[in-house]
């Protein structure tokens, strides 16, 4: 079975630029998470979703980031514009459904300038 | 709010010596408990998870962990470590999502690992 894919892997930009991550779940797995993990913390859950609606994104910065998961397999993550505290690794990780154990992608470096 | 502490942010041993790693947490319900491990370059994988039940849990590659409700801990534990066990490893603690459903996973800061040959 194909673990979690996410490209690209590694980004660098300049701050107030834009710049989108993509995740494709492991197959048949209904609830998606984007993660934040700044260095020297733990991944922070930014968004989850539950096929293509969205369960939690209490911790999405709405004004900069937003996700879409349109149907229901995919997700894209964008960041418009990026500041220099984006600076992070941006994990993707997929559960068969909700409470489900995550797998995880091998995240998405991206530094800001 | 929950949280997870985790009080060692590096810790090296030997190989072949046994090792603890601490995680202590907060929260006001029975708590699901996790254990990840994180390579370099890559995503994270579950070692091990507390539902309910034994609170000594075995996991993956040799590592257990035991809940300990009166001192909000869960430590992992490992009797003889090995080289490639070299890692950061992050607890984490399952909160439910009452509006939505499901939970979603607060984690610690992480302890790296270095072991020494």
């Known amino acids: 079975e194909a673990g979690v894919a996410q490209s690209p892997r590694y980004k660098i930009i300049e701050k107030r630029q834009s710049v989108a991550f993509w995740c494709n779940p492991i197959s048949g797995h209904a609830t998606l998470y984007w993660y934040q993990q700044i260095l020297g913390q733990g991944p922070k859950l930014l968004i989850q979703f539950q096929n293509n609606g969205v369960v939690d994104d209490s911790q999405l910065p709405k004004d900069r980031f937003s996700a879409e998961r349109l149907k229901g397999v995919d997700s894209t993550l964008k960041i418009q514009p990026a500041k220099l505290e984006d600076s992070a690794v941006y994990l993707c990780?997929?559960?068969?459904?909700?409470?489900?154990?995550?797998?995880f992608g091998p995240g998405t470096r991206l530094t800001v300038l | 709010a929950q949280s997870v502490t985790q009080p060692d942010i590096h810790i090296t041993v030997s190989e072949g010596a046994s090792l603890e790693l601490r995680c202590n947490y907060s929260y006001g319900a029975t708590p699901y408990l996790f254990w990840y491990v994180q390579s370099p370059g890559q995503g994270l994988q579950l070692l091990l998870k507390?539902?309910?039940?034994?609170?000594l849990v075995q996991g993956i590659k040799g590592f257990e962990a035991e809940f300990k409700r009166s001192q909000s801990s869960f430590n992992l534990r490992k009797p003889s470590v090995h080289w490639s066990d070299a890692a950061e490893y992050f607890c984490?603690?399952?909160?439910?999502?009452?509006?939505?459903?499901?939970?979603?996973?607060?984690f610690g800061t992480g302890t790296q690992l270095k072991v020494e040959l």
């Open positions: 984490a603690v399952a909160v439910l999502i009452l509006t939505g459903g499901g939970n979603k996973l607060t």
């Open positions: 990780a997929s559960s068969r459904d909700r409470g489900d154990e995550q797998f």
């Open positions: 507390y539902f309910s039940g034994d609170t």
